[in-house]
């Protein structure tokens, strides 16, 4: 059975667009009760400006409240040297850098042009000197709301800039769901041949209803880490008509009944992601946790036993 891990993004890439703001406690709350179910990764929260994200304004307490699992790594997103002083400051167990491999969501997201987010990303990876792993979030890989197609070979290109300062792993983001499975496919081989060393981590959007395709695409290409959202809540607020990640328990429970080893304890998994519509205040995307696993079948209409019998007789 191969093992597939996955990282859960709902209190980052989840709230981040919620226009509501979520608590403190809550959070501290949902994250420990993620960190009960079985994954090898949590992204907290982020250390951005807490005017571009004041939804997580809160992320030194939660990261000094949450309830550390062994075993499970707990990531935080980092734009610059800033942030990146208080996610060590924080003790998180991963700095997940992020830019943008389009120029316009990068000015958009970040209000920078890309070579100088990475000259500061690079200014991280040498001021952090190998104490904590170092991922770093590409986004608009498969597509950009704004400019539209991104080349492969530009993903390539950043991506390898970034290998070169020695991190440990990538996460190829498709921010607003543009990529499909046959783009996926290329883009995957691509980099698992190029980044063999590397921890390679895919992370989709399911706004246009490809996200599961694209999973299934990356998984039967050789990934192995995916990022995902319970109750498929997320966005970047500074992508035009950016939509929810895809759905943590669709993804799991799909890659379960595959026979795939995801790791995780499915009956907790879900329990928590019921409690998404209640936390954000409205519906969720997410659809396992509405319909119930495969397994989870109904009792048959009496009438059903009434024909059985008659048949029978
Ligand atoms: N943490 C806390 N405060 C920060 C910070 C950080 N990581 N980075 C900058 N700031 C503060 C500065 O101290 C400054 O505060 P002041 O005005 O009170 O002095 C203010 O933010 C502006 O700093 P500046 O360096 O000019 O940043 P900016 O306004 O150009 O914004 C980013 C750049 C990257 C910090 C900001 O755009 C950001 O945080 N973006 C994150 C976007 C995001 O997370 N998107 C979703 C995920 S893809
Ligand atoms: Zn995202």
């Known amino acids: 059975m191969k093992r597939i891990y996955f990282n859960e993004v709902a209190t980052r890439d989840g709230f981040q667009i919620e226009p509501e703001f979520i608590a403190t406690d809550t959070k501290v709350a949902l994250v420990d009760a993620i960190s ?29 409240r949450i309830r550390r699992v062994p075993g499970v790594e707990y990531t935080v997103l980092v734009p610059n040297l800033r942030g990146a002083e208080r996610a060590l400051e924080a003790r998180a167990d991963e700095l997940n850098l992020v830019m943008s491999t389009s120029e316009t969501h990068n000015l958009a997201n970040l209000r920078m042009p890309r070579e100088k987010s990475f000259a500061a990303l690079a200014d991280v990876v040498r001021m952090v000197d190998g104490r904590t792993p170092v991922n770093v979030s590409l986004s608009t890989c498969f597509g950009c709301p704004m400019e539209g197609a991104v080349a492969q070979d530009e993903v390539l290109r950043w991506a390898g800039r970034f290998a070169a300062l020695g991190v440990r792993g990538l996460t190829i983001c498709d921010t607003t769901g543009m990529a499909h499975p046959a783009q996926v496919g290329r883009m995957v081989a691509a980099l698992q041949q190029v980044f063999a060393g590397l921890q390679l981590t895919l992370h989709f959007h399911n706004t246009r209803g490809m996200g599961l395709a694209n999973v299934l695409a990356a998984v039967q290409g050789g ?3 995916f990022d995902g959202s319970l109750g498929g809540l ?29 790791g995780i304890d499915i009956g907790k998994l879900l329990a928590v992601a019921r409690r998404m519509p209640e936390i954000v205040g409205h519906e969720v995307p997410g659809q396992v946790a509405k319909a119930g696993r495969i397994t989870d079948l109904h009792p048959a209409p009496a009438s059903v036993a009434q024909l059985q019998k008659e048949f029978s007789a």
Do not use: Q, W
Request: glycine share 12%.
């Open 234 to 262: 997320g966005g970047c607020p500074y992508a035009p008509g950016a939509s929810g990640n895809i759905s943590s328990e669709d993804a799991i429970h799909m890659l379960d009944a595959m026979g795939y080893d995801t």
């Open 223 to 225: 990934i192995a880490r």
């Open 36 to 64: 009960e179910c079985g994954y090898a990764k949590v992204e907290v929260t982020s250390f951005t400006s807490p005017r571009a994200i004041s939804m997580l304004r809160d992320a030194e307490e939660v990261m000094g």
